[in-house]
């Protein structure tokens, strides 16, 4: 029996607690002695303060997967996120990862944080990066659309603040962009904490977030003139409308598509049909609002706030053009940022 539970084979065991309904879970083997099979919870299992050992009567084990399991869901487990071992960056620290990628990703991936860590140095700021309460982890790609990701912890002590980051989802030309991206995060949560400055990004993000309405009477119109023709159909109609009119009907269809589920082609179908009295019920009749993004930085500027600090953050770190307005509020932030931290 015990050449199935070796050293550093994968198993999933049921938790057996009395405090709660019995449920799977994914463990390493580190030993197995007297039918006991000894481990530790693969959850967190690279972050010292939050990994857990565990030990297991054999007939609780629902299965062994081996040293090297395929990625996917068994018992209702995910697999797909496996720990796998570190590479150590001088300025950074460990970098987790939960893959095995190819050897010039990882050497990629390191010198990419060299960079930003030199180029954060020349800014003063190489203070973010602090090894004791932040940890960085190198994720797989599986369709995600995010290439970075910051998990801010409230009680670092206990749990670490976490810089997670895709290296296949991006060339490695990108790599201190995203970097920079989530430094930001940190640098915004943790530094740059005056009201008043907080305020004024709320207010330039503000300005990226314009409200576009649409009078119950233009759309009343828009209905009677699509229903009073024979010759374009709803896909077509728009090719007879001016700029904003366009606009109106794009929005109408978006909140026929949410409220009703129909398509412009399903509409199509109405019309051909001569079912107009259908389309009229489907139509709002009513005023519309819509947000307008009118991106000052990027599109994902436009997010939120927060987001707009980070983009504008990785911007200026990456000496991408930025409006002289942001470049003044970042560069105040930053100012504020090495103060506060000069206090601490």
């Not at 994720?139 to 206990?158: Q, V």
Request: a positive charge; glycine letters at 4%; one cysteine or more.
């Amino acid at each position: 029996m015990n050449e199935n539970y070796e050293k550093g084979t994968y198993c999933i065991g049921l938790n057996r607690s009395s405090t709660s309904k019995p449920h799977p879970f994914l463990f390493k083997v580190n030993h197995i002695s007297k039918s006991i099979v000894y481990g530790t919870l693969e959850k967190n299992s690279h972050i010292p303060q939050m990994r857990s050992s565990i030990e297991i009567p054999v007939k609780d084990v629902l299965i062994n997967l081996g040293s090297n399991p395929h990625p996917g869901r068994v018992y209702g487990v995910d697999t797909s996120l496996l720990y796998r071992g570190r590479k150590v960056n001088d300025y950074f620290g460990p970098v987790y990862w939960f893959y095995k990628p190819d050897s010039d990703v990882g050497k990629d991936l390191n010198d990419s944080l060299d960079k930003v860590f030199k180029t954060l140095k020349q800014n003063r700021l190489d203070f973010i990066v602090d090894t004791t309460t932040c940890i960085w982890e190198a994720l797989p790609f599986n369709g995600e659309k995010y290439a970075g990701m910051y998990i801010r912890s409230k009680n670092t002590e206990r749990r670490p603040n976490r810089f997670q980051i895709r290296p296949e989802i991006m060339p490695s030309t990108s790599y201190p962009y995203v970097i920079f991206h989530e430094l930001g995060h940190h640098l915004h949560f943790e530094y740059v904490t005056g009201t008043k400055l907080n305020a004024s990004w709320v207010r330039l993000y503000n300005t990226s977030i314009k409200q576009k309405l649409i009078k119950k009477e233009q759309s009343v119109e828009l209905m009677d003139r699509l229903t009073g023709q024979t010759e374009l159909l709803p896909s077509d109609f728009k090719t007879d409308l001016g700029e904003e009119d366009t606009y109106a009907y794009r929005m109408i269809l978006r909140n026929i598509s949410k409220q009703h589920s129909l398509s412009v082609r399903e509409l199509d179908l109405l019309f051909e049909a001569g079912y107009l009295d259908d389309i009229r019920e489907v139509w709002p009749i009513k005023g519309l609002s819509e947000k307008d993004l009118a991106p000052i930085i990027s599109e994902y500027a436009c997010k939120n706030v927060k987001e707009l600090f980070a983009e504008s953050f990785a911007f200026y770190m990456t000496k991408k053009k930025l409006p002289t307005s942001v470049v003044s509020l970042l560069e105040k932030s930053i100012s504020y940022a090495r103060v506060n931290h000069e206090k601490r």
